[in-house]
C-alpha cells in the first residue's frame, strides 16, 4: 500500500521573492526574504516596495527531504490567486478561478502528490487578492469533515420571566451560536456557546438568551462555524417563541412522567397521549421524571424531546424535573450536563403567566449504600438534601414565588397521597416541604402538585383521605387531612389498566380545566380546580377512602 506523507514541520524553511518571475523561475531555488512560516503570513510585510492589489506578484520556495516514497497530503490558500509546482510539475493552479474562499486556511485546498525518497522543492507563483496578501499553507485532514448537520430540535428549556434557552443537537462538533431578535426590528443578536471566551465544540448545546422583554416575540436562527471553511452559517429554519408574561392568566401545558418502556413502545404511547390531549395547542410541555429507566441522553433527546419538537417544541419550552431512573447508568451523574435548570441545579422556581411553578428534585428512591443497588453508591443523600432544602427557604421568599397569584409544584414523587415501597421519598419530601405547604393555613397555599414515580393513576381530595383512582390505591404513608391543595399522580408501567397517562392542564384567571388519558388515549377524568380550591368533577373516577399507614 502506497504510503501516506502528511504534513510535517519540516516545512517552515521558506523564501519570498517580490516580482515577476522569469522563465524556469519554479525549477530551482532564487535568493529571496526568507522567513518562518506558522501557518498563515501576510505577504505585504515582506514586500520592500509597497505592493499595488490585484496586480503584485511573488514567489514563494520551500524545499523537503523524505526518506519514503508515497503521496504528500498537505493544504494551501492564497489571498487570491497561485499556481503551485513540485519539482517543476504543477499540483495546484487556482490562477483564473481564484482561491475560491474568503477566509485563508490551509484547507482552501488539499493537495496530493507523490514523490519519491529524496529532497524536493515546493515552488508558488502567487497573485495578491483586492484587500491583503495572506498566504498559507500547512497540515489538514486526509478528507473534508461532514458538512455541518442538525441532528435533533432545536427545543426551547428553561423559560422565565426574561429568559429562554435555546438546545440543540448535531452530527459532529460544532461551535455554536444563537442569533435573535424581537419581531419587528432589525438587528440580530448573538450569543455564542462559550466558556470565558472560547466557543465550545460540542454536539449538543443549551444556549440561554437573558435579557428578553416579558410577553415580547423573538425569531431566532442557530449559527455554526464551518469546520473546513471557519464560517458562519445558518443551521436549520428559523424559529420564534413569546418570552413568558408573568401578568398573562391564560395558558395551557402537557405533564406526564414515568415513560420506562422499550423505545418503540414509548413512541407509540408518548404519541397517542399527545394526540389525544392536543399538545400542538399547548404552551409548554413537562417531564416530570423517568423518561427511561437509566439516563441516556441520546434517547431522550431522540425519543420524547424529538416527538415534542413534532409538536411545537422549537416554540414551545420543555420542563424537565428529573426522577430517580436519571440518576442510574452509565450517564447518570451528566443529567445537569445535559438538562440543568437555569440556576444550574436540577430545582428551580419559574414564572409563566401569574403562577410561579416549583421544580424540585425527589431525589433516589433508595438510600446511599443499599445492598446490591450499585447506582446508588455514588450519592451523597445528605449533602443533596442539605442543599435543596437551604435552596428552598430561599426561593419561598423570592418575589417569583410570593408576587405570584398561583402556585404549582411540579416533581417526580410527592410529599402525601404515595405509597413507596423504598421507604425514602415521601419522607423526605415531607421534611422539606410540609413546613411551607401543610395545615389548613399553610405559609404558602399550592393549587395542585403535579407527580409520577408510584405507577398508580391517583387524584387526592385535599382535606380527606379520599382518592379518585381506577381502583383501591395501595395505603399512603401520609393521608391528605392535613393539606389543602391535590396530588394529582400519573400512571406508569407495572399498574393493572393505566400503563402510562397524562395531564392536560388549561388555566383561565378564575382556575384551572384539567384532564387525563391514558396510553391509548382515551380520556380518564375530566376535572375543574378553581382559585379557591373548589373542585367540580365532570367525569371522575370512582373515590376510594384509604386510611394511610402514618395516620
Known amino acids: 500500500m502506497e504510503k501516506l506523507i502528511p504534513f510535517s514541520s519540516w516545512i517552515h524553511n521558506w523564501t519570498f521573492i517580490q516580482g515577476t518571475p522569469k522563465d524556469g523561475w519554479q525549477n530551482a531555488r532564487q535568493e529571496g526574504r526568507n522567513f518562518h512560516l506558522d501557518a498563515c503570513i501576510n505577504l505585504d510585510r515582506l514586500c520592500d516596495t509597497p505592493p499595488i492589489p490585484n496586480e503584485s506578484e511573488g514567489v514563494l520556495y520551500c524545499d523537503f527531504a523524505t526518506e519514503l516514497e508515497g503521496t504528500v497530503m498537505i493544504g494551501m490558500g492564497c489571498d487570491w490567486r497561485m499556481k503551485v509546482y513540485c519539482d517543476g510539475d504543477v499540483i495546484l493552479d487556482t490562477w483564473e478561478s481564484g482561491n475560491g474562499y474568503s477566509y485563508i486556511f490551509p484547507s482552501n485546498h488539499r493537495v496530493f502528490f507523490k514523490v519519491k525518497a529524496g529532497n524536493h522543492l515546493l515552488a508558488f507563483h502567487v497573485k495578491r487578492g483586492k484587500d491583503s496578501w495572506y498566504f498559507t499553507c500547512g497540515g489538514v485532514s486526509q478528507e473534508p469533515p461532514p458538512e455541518p448537520e442538525l441532528t435533533h430540535g432545536p427545543w426551547l428549556s428553561n423559560p422565565d420571566a426574561g429568559t429562554m434557552t435555546v438546545a440543540f443537537t448535531c452530527a459532529n462538533p460544532l461551535g455554536a451560536a444563537i442569533q435573535y431578535r424581537k419581531i419587528g426590528t432589525d438587528g440580530w443578536k448573538t450569543t455564542w456557546h462559550q466558556r470565558q471566551g472560547q ?10 438568551l437573558t435579557g428578553l422583554e416579558p410577553g415580547a416575540k423573538y425569531e431566532y436562527r442557530i449559527i455554526v462555524i464551518h469546520p473546513d471553511h471557519y464560517t458562519e452559517m445558518q443551521l436549520g429554519d428559523t424559529h420564534s417563541f413569546v418570552v413568558p408574561d408573568v401578568t398573562k392568566s391564560k395558558y395551557s401545558f402537557f405533564f406526564t412522567a414515568d415513560l420506562q418502556f422499550n423505545l418503540e413502545k414509548q413512541h407509540q404511547i408518548f404519541g397517542k397521549m399527545l394526540e389525544a390531549a392536543d399538545a400542538k395547542s399547548c404552551d409548554f410541555f413537562v ?5 427511561n429507566s437509566g439516563f441516556l441522553p441520546e434517547n431522550v433527546i431522540g425519543g420524547p424531546f424529538a416527538q415534542l419538537c413534532e409538536y411545537g417544541a422549537a416554540e414551545k419550552p420543555i420542563l424537565y424535573v428529573r426522577g430517580n431512573h436519571e440518576m442510574r447508568g452509565t450517564y447518570g451523574d451528566q443529567f445537569l450536563d445535559y438538562f440543568a435548570c437555569g440556576n444550574g441545579t436540577s430545582y428551580d422556581v419559574v414564572r ?3 403562577t410561579a411553578f416549583l421544580l424540585l428534585d425527589s431525589w433516589e428512591d433508595k438510600p446511599a449504600k443499599t445492598p446490591g443497588h450499585t447506582y446508588c453508591q455514588w450519592n451523597m443523600d445528605e449533602l443533596f438534601w442539605q442543599q435543596e432544602t437551604e435552596w428552598l427557604a430561599t426561593a419561598m421568599a423570592d418575589e417569583k414565588w410570593t408576587g405570584a397569584k398561583r402556585r404549582i409544584v411540579i416533581c417526580h414523587g410527592a410529599a402525601y397521597s404515595h405509597y413507596d415501597g423504598c421507604m425514602t421519598i415521601p419522607f423526605v419530601l415531607q421534611k422539606m416541604t410540609d413546613p411551607y405547604f401543610e395545615g389548613a393555613n399553610p405559609v404558602s397555599k399550592l393549587n395542585m402538585w403535579l407527580t ?17 383512582a381506577e381502583s383501591m390505591p395501595i395505603r399512603p404513608f401520609k393521608g391528605g387531612k392535613t393539606y389543602t391543595y391535590p396530588v394529582l399522580t400519573v400512571g406508569g408501567p407495572s399498574a393493572r389498566k393505566i400503563q402510562a397517562s397524562c395531564f392536560r392542564v388549561d388555566a383561565d384567571a378564575d382556575g384551572f380545566d384539567v384532564k387525563s388519558w391514558d396510553q391509548d388515549g382515551n380520556l380518564l377524568e375530566d376535572i375543574r380546580y ?17 386510611e394511610p399507614i402514618n395516620p
Do not use: M, Q, W
Not at 202 to 208: D, E, F, K, L, V
Not at 452 to 463: A, F, M, T
Open 452 to 468: 409520577g414515580h408510584i405507577h398508580r393513576y391517583v387524584r387526592s381530595i385535599p382535606g380527606t383521605d379520599d382518592y379518585a
Open 530 to 546: 378553581d382559585n379557591d380550591g373548589t373542585c367540580t368533577e365532570r367525569k371522575a373516577f370512582e373515590h376510594y377512602t384509604v
Open 287 to 291: 417531564l416530570a421524571g423517568d423518561v
Open 199 to 208: 466557543c465550545l465544540r460540542r454536539t449538543y448545546h443549551a444556549i440561554p
Open 352 to 354: 409563566l403567566g401569574d
